[in-house]
């Protein structure tokens, strides 16, 4: 690829995106039925500094519902209605070492071990203030909104398909529930939650709402302060420990970054400090994370020097 003298960073990624474009491996999560129809050749990235400036190459303009990647965003709001204190009574921060979707609360608290499995994300969307699903929602949207600094949408068949094929996610919200650590019913926390996931993103807005997380708090688009730096720097920390599930370990050790994956493709990776980046790749592999997703991000740790550690 010639080098593109006015944004050299675009070659650089667009080199990554070669480099992992021919990779077959992994499959397009089918357990949400609708996720099965995404493109498996869809590839793109994205990289956004904590002073607004925006890098992409390939398809990093295509919509895709973000899914698990919510979870850190909402985790960061929860955190700033309601503080560390009030949060960790209804949810750990410790690594589960888990799949995304165990069945697993810690058996002394009763809570889920953290909020980046999908037992601690109906939890954390359960704390957003709000009486009712719709009430609840509409904060998770605005808030997600600002972290992505446009509005985003609910892609409806995604989230027809996850509500009526989510028992398991059901399941989990009541035993929650049982277990006291729910702060809403079920029904609620699993409505606000089915349709917080099926919000849709680019690999460009998870890049920018990655980047707001690496400022502390201050979308670097637009300026405005999304949450408190400490909601910033806590979520940034969990996502070091649990973001990437049972990979979590291995994750830290090859790229060294605080991300978060989901199964609609997106991966968020970001640097405190430094920037945010946003890929899309729907193909899994068995822990649910994009296979080139996570090969474009060890090769840009690796060739770039961009580890944390
Ligand atoms: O709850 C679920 O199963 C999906 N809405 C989200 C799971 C997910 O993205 C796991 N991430 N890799």
Redesign the pocket.
């Known amino acids: 690829m010639a080098v593109d003298l006015r944004d050299p960073l675009r070659s650089v990624l667009g080199s990554i995106l070669d480099e992992v474009r021919d990779r077959t491996d992994g499959e397009v999560a089918s357990y949400?039925p609708e996720l099965a129809k995404a493109d498996p050749r869809a590839l793109g990235i994205a990289l956004a500094s904590t002073h607004g400036v925006v890098h992409e190459a390939g398809d990093s303009a295509v919509e895709f519902t973000i899914?698990?990647v919510s979870k850190p965003f909402v985790f960061a709001l929860a955190l700033d209605a309601l503080g560390l204190e009030e949060v960790t009574r209804h949810v750990g921060l410790e690594p589960s070492g888990e799949p995304?979707?165990a069945i697993s609360l810690d058996e002394a608290s009763g809570r889920p071990l953290n909020p980046m499995i999908?037992a601690g994300a109906i939890v954390t969307s359960s704390l957003i203030p709000g009486d009712t699903a719709d009430e609840k929602f509409a904060r998770i949207r605005a808030g997600l909104q600002a972290f992505a600094g446009r509005e985003l949408d609910v892609d409806e068949a995604v989230f027809a398909s996850?509500a009526a094929t989510g028992d398991r996610?059901r399941a989990l919200a009541y035993l929650t529930r049982s277990a006291g650590t729910l702060a809403s019913t079920a029904e609620i926390a699993t409505t606000a939650y089915f349709r917080q996931?099926s919000l849709t993103v680019t690999a460009r807005d998870l890049a920018i709402m990655a980047a707001t997380l690496a400022t502390g708090g201050v979308n670097p688009v637009t300026g405005e302060r999304v949450v408190g730096e400490d909601a910033a720097r806590w979520t940034t920390a969990v996502m070091t420990s649990c973001g990437m599930y049972d990979a979590s370990g291995d994750w830290l050790v090859r790229v060294g970054l605080p991300a978060k994956?989901?199964?609609g493709g997106g991966i968020v990776a970001l640097q405190p400090g430094q920037f945010g980046i946003g890929t899309f790749s729907p193909p899994l592999d068995a822990r649910?994370?994009s296979v080139r997703g996570v090969a474009m991000l060890e090769a840009l740790s690796s060739q770039s020097g961009l580890h944390l550690l």
Do not use: L
Request: proline share 0%; glycine share 14%; charged share 5%.
């Open positions: 949400i899914q698990s995304f979707n999908n996850e996610n996931c994956s989901g199964v649910g994370n």
